[in-house]
């Protein structure tokens, strides 16, 4: 199959040539995409998507790279940017809002109008369409918690239907995991509730609070490497396992939070995985726990 020029491909959404992944992720890191896109519009998002796929173009989602980690060597085909999509609507006791969205930006918003439910996300980089793909949240809360329903991109054969709308009970979200399989967040409801805004306020305020103690806030870093084990703190293993302020290259466990890995300047994609891959020996050496990974490390091309 040949494919058609990357200008094709223009035609749906705005697209530059070599663009370096290390200014749109958090960790400061990844090499140059082939193609990078940023459709401005669900619909268009929907439309590239399955023109990619058609022609089997290799194609990555990016949102605002706060839990992902591009490889050294770049990424050929398309990576494609959400960050155009950021438009939010009340929606009665809700928000309807496109993937692109910031987190943010949705807790200010919700605030604003006194809606609770995101107080959780205060604090949290990144873009919906993320959010619901890992059940971005707390230890005992995930953004699904709040969802209505979602329009997603579905991949595959389906007689031409490619936008499809969904409840929670029938993606079935789990603990950091959005139970997606391949399919993409378009858009979202949210059903939240109406409360006093100072009350929101006041409860941000104290979870910012909290955070600012114990997180280190301040530096590039892809929020928690790894997940939660089942009654236990990833964070507490790495710190047991004597990992905190370990240090490979310029990628660092944080010695602030166990379960943030840093880039302490020049580091590379190959540190932070080296990193994370002695931190896994490491603990499960220690506890017997393997930790399951938050990070997302796109792997190195072939």
């Known amino acids: 199959m040949s494919i058609p020029s ?13 663009e370096p992944l290390s200014q749109w992720t958090t960790l400061r890191i990844g090499g140059n995409a082939e193609m990078f896109f940023e459709p401005h519009k ?8 399955t023109a990619l796929e058609k022609d089997g173009v290799p194609w990555r989602l990016l949102g605002a790279g706060a839990n992902t980690l591009p490889p050294d060597g770049g990424v050929a085909g398309a990576v494609i940017h959400t960050g155009n999509m950021r438009r939010i609507f009340r929606d009665g006791d809700g928000l309807r809002c496109w993937a692109g969205a910031t987190l943010p930006s949705l807790v200010h918003t919700a605030h604003g109008v006194g809606l609770a439910g995101f107080e959780g996300l205060v604090g ?3 873009h919906v369409g993320g959010a619901i793909a890992m059940n971005a949240g707390s230890a005992d809360w995930g953004i699904w918690d709040e969802v209505y329903n979602v329009v997603l991109w579905m991949p595959g054969e389906r007689d031409g239907l490619k936008m499809e709308e969904f409840t929670p009970e029938q993606i079935g979200p789990k603990y950091r995991d959005g139970n997606l399989n391949g399919a993409v967040v378009l858009e979202v409801h949210f059903h939240l509730e109406p409360q006093p805004p100072k009350a929101i306020k006041e409860r941000q305020d104290d979870i910012l609070r909290r955070k600012n103690k114990s997180q ?24 047991a396992a004597g990992m905190k302020g370990f240090q490979v290259g310029g990628a660092q466990i944080s010695e602030l939070h166990a379960n943030f890995v840093l880039n302490r300047g020049g580091a590379t994609a190959e540190d932070v995985r080296s990193l994370i891959a002695q931190v896994e020996e490491r603990v499960e ?14 792997p190195e091309p072939l």
Request: with cysteine.
């Open 124 to 126: 949290v980089p990144g």
């Open 42 to 49: 669900p619909e268009k998002l929907a439309d590239l998507l």
């Open 285 to 298: 050496a220690d506890s017997g726990i393997r930790l399951e990974r938050e990070l997302v490390v796109w």
């Open 216 to 239: 280190p806030v301040s530096m590039s870093s892809a929020g928690c490497a790894f997940k939660n084990p089942p009654g236990d703190s990833a964070g507490r293993l790495v710190d």
């Open 6 to 18: 990357p200008e094709t491909y223009a035609e749906i959404a705005p697209m530059r040539r070599d």
